[in-house]
């Protein structure tokens, strides 16, 4: 196997995938989204691996979403104290 490759089991299927990144990250990756897939087929019991996919694919995304929009709003709260923070010394300074 050439550098950079990484075999990964995902829904039963073999694929190898090319990443500079480390390899057990990668691994991590597929192993999620193999899970992901398998816990939509247990509920679903779809018959179309694409579609099932495309499912997974929809319901990662709006993790990813939904960790951008707690990530923003945790980064305003800190720019926030920090904006406080800054005004409270700046007074303090000026005493």
Do not use: W
């Amino acid at each position: 196997m050439a550098p950079g490759q990484i075999n990964v089991n995902i829904f039963g299927s073999q694929y190898t995938l090319v990443s500079e990144d480390d390899d057990n990250f990668v691994k991590s990756i597929a192993l999620y989204l193999d899970e992901k897939m398998r816990e939509i087929d247990r509920s679903q019991n779809m018959k179309s691996t694409a579609r099932l996919a495309i499912l997974a694919a929809l319901n990662i995304t709006e993790e990813l979403f939904d960790e951008r929009e707690y990530r923003k709003k945790l980064l305003n709260q800190i720019n926030e104290e920090a904006r406080k923070m800054n005004h409270s010394i700046t007074e303090l300074l000026e005493e």
